[in-house]
């Protein structure tokens, strides 16, 4: 009567299951290998597209201030309160706050 560590270690012993252990471990260490790959290109393609979008983000920018610097920073205070505020949030504002004179005035 066999105990299943003695069976287990019997099968090991055997070339032929060796020699698949052998193989499964060749191509698992194939399949990492080319999914690093893989995710390395991937990462590398969308750094790219990133500083694109980025480089085209900053010449939009530019273009805007240099149009008109007023309207740019006016865009440019919303885009922060986009940012900063939600709707659990609560603003205050003192009178001689940047942000308090686009909201008081039209001009």
């Known amino acids: 009567m ?4 003695f069976t287990f270690f019997f099968v090991l012993r055997q070339p032929a299951c060796l020699a698949g252990i052998g ?4 191509i698992e260490g194939r399949t990492v290998k080319e999914l690093k790959e893989i995710q390395s290109e991937a990462y590398r393609q969308a750094q790219i597209v990133m500083g694109k979008t980025d480089t085209e983000a900053i010449a939009t920018y530019g273009d ?6 007023v309207f740019y ?6 885009d922060s309160y986009k940012n900063t505020i939600d709707d659990k949030s609560t603003v205050i504002l003192t ?3 940047d942000n308090y004179k686009y909201l008081k005035s039209p001009n």
């Open 73 to 78: 920073s006016f865009l440019k205070t919303f």
């Open 64 to 69: 805007a201030y240099s149009r008109d610097p």
């Open 2 to 5: 066999s105990t299943p560590f």
């Open 95 to 97: 009178t001689d706050s």
């Open 23 to 26: 193989k499964t471990a060749e």
